[in-house]
C-alpha cells in the first residue's frame, strides 16, 4: 500500500512551477536538515505519493501533487563544501541526511490553501493543521489524503482546481 506525504517548500526557493520546468518534471528533494523529516524520507518508497505545500506563501496553501519515483539515498548536498546544505560531520561512509526523487502528478489550478483547510472537518487532525507543526515532511493518513484529493477536481487539461 502506497504512504502519502506532504512536503513543504518556499516558491521563492523552490515552486512548483520550477518541478513543472525541471527536466521530466522531476527533482530530488534535498535539504532537509531535521531528523524526524529525515526519517519521514528513510520511510518512503517508490510509488507513494505527497501533496506539494507552498509555505511561507500568501496564503500558505496545497498547490498540487508529487510522486516518489526514487527511494531515500545519501544527499550528496551534504558532503559538498560549497554547498549550503553542507555537513561536516556527514560522510559518504556515514551519511546524516537522505533525499528522495519526486515526480509532478498534478498542478491545482486553485491553491488549496492553509485557512480553507482547516475548514474540513475530515482534516482536524492533519498534522499540517496542528498549532505549531513545521515539519517540512510530514506523513498524511489515508483518509486525509482522499479528503484533501476530494476538494479538487479536474479542469479540461486534466489538471487540478478547488471545488
Same mark, same amino acid.
Given at each position: ?12 526557493? &523552490?515552486?512548483?512551477?520550477?518541478? %513543472?520546468?525541471? @527536466? ?5 528533494? $534535498?535539504? !532537509? ?17 505527497? &501533496?506539494?505545500?507552498?509555505?511561507? %506563501?500568501?496564503? @500558505? ?5 508529487? $510522486?516518489? !519515483? ?23 561512509? %556515514? ?69
Amino acid at each position: 500500500m502506497p504512504q502519502y506525504w506532504l512536503l513543504k517548500s518556499e516558491p521563492t526557493s &523552490f515552486s512548483i512551477q520550477d518541478l %513543472a520546468q525541471s @527536466p521530466g518534471q522531476t527533482t530530488c528533494w $534535498e535539504g !532537509v536538515r531535521n531528523y524526524q523529516a529525515r526519517n519521514f524520507l528513510k520511510s518512503m518508497n517508490v510509488g507513494d505519493q505527497g &501533496f506539494f505545500y507552498h509555505s511561507n %506563501a500568501d496564503p @500558505p496553501a496545497i498547490v498540487g501533487t508529487v $510522486e516518489v !519515483v526514487k527511494s531515500a539515498y545519501p544527499d550528496p548536498y551534504a558532503f559538498d563544501r560549497k554547498s549550503r546544505y553542507f555537513d561536516s560531520k556527514s560522510t559518504p561512509k %556515514a551519511p546524516r541526511w537522505f533525499l528522495v526523487d519526486i515526480k509532478l502528478m498534478k498542478t491545482f489550478s486553485s491553491p488549496l490553501g492553509l485557512e480553507y483547510l482547516r475548514t474540513i472537518p475530515g482534516l482536524a487532525h492533519m498534522e499540517l493543521l496542528r498549532k505549531g507543526s513545521r515539519l517540512s515532511v510530514q506523513p498524511v493518513r489515508p483518509e486525509e489524503w482522499k479528503c484533501v484529493c476530494s476538494l479538487v477536481t479536474p479542469n479540461k487539461r486534466g489538471r487540478g482546481s478547488k471545488a
